[in-house]
């Protein structure tokens, strides 16, 4: 199973739960998304190897909402920072990826993941907020075990057809982390 399939949309009930879910995210904790902010909101809850438990209670929220994340810039491009937020639905039922890539990524070419250089597949550009836009994946167990075993992530966005950014992402802690998900 490729990454293509990984990454296709969920039923449709599970599909307005996870877009209130984003909303919700995305309006509570605005700067959790801007690559490479040292004062992120939200709580860090704890650290795992290179990834970070941030939670904090979305306003009107009934409960706390906590995310895996790790944000990283690009080697050869400090200015292109790229996030990446691991987390499970209010309900458990599922996993989600969420990448938040640069403005002027290229939608059409999607973001693409290489796991220890092994090229996995691509997913589609879902929207594009003010300080992002936005890949979605639902982990099946296919690829949460592929992200367990690999050591490195390198998640890549075009600017143009031919040109890719590679982001090279740790997956230092990614399992512990993701099992100390409330």
């Known amino acids: 199973m490729g990454l293509s399939r990984c990454m296709a949309r969920p039923a449709d009930g599970l599909t307005a739960l996870i877009g209130l879910l984003a909303a919700v995210l995305f309006l509570a904790l605005p700067s959790l998304f801007l690559p490479g902010l040292a004062h992120a909101q939200g709580a860090v809850r704890s650290v795992h190897g290179d990834w970070q438990i941030r939670c904090d209670t979305p306003p009107g929220a009934q409960a706390e909402q ?41 939608l059409p070419s999607g973001l693409g993941l290489k796991l220890d250089n092994q090229d996995v597949g691509r997913a589609g550009f ?51 982390g993701y099992d100390k998900l409330p």
């Not at 990283?72 to 499970?88: C, H, P, Q």
């Not at 003010?130 to 966005?157: H, W, Y």
Request: hydrophobic residues 45%.
């Open 66 to 106: 906590c995310a895996l994340i790790q944000s990283v810039v690009a080697e050869d491009r400090s200015n292109a920072g790229l996030t990446v937020i691991v987390l499970k639905t209010a309900d458990q039922k599922s996993r989600l990826m969420r990448v938040v890539a640069p403005l002027g990524v290229l």
């Open 126 to 176: 879902v929207r594009c907020l003010p300080n992002g836009c936005v890949a979605e994946v639902v982990m099946d167990d296919k690829l949460l075990g592929q992200l367990r075993s690999a050591k490195t992530a390198t998640f890549i966005i075009f600017e143009t057809p031919e040109e890719g950014i590679g982001f090279p992402l740790s997956l230092n802690g990614l399992g512990e």
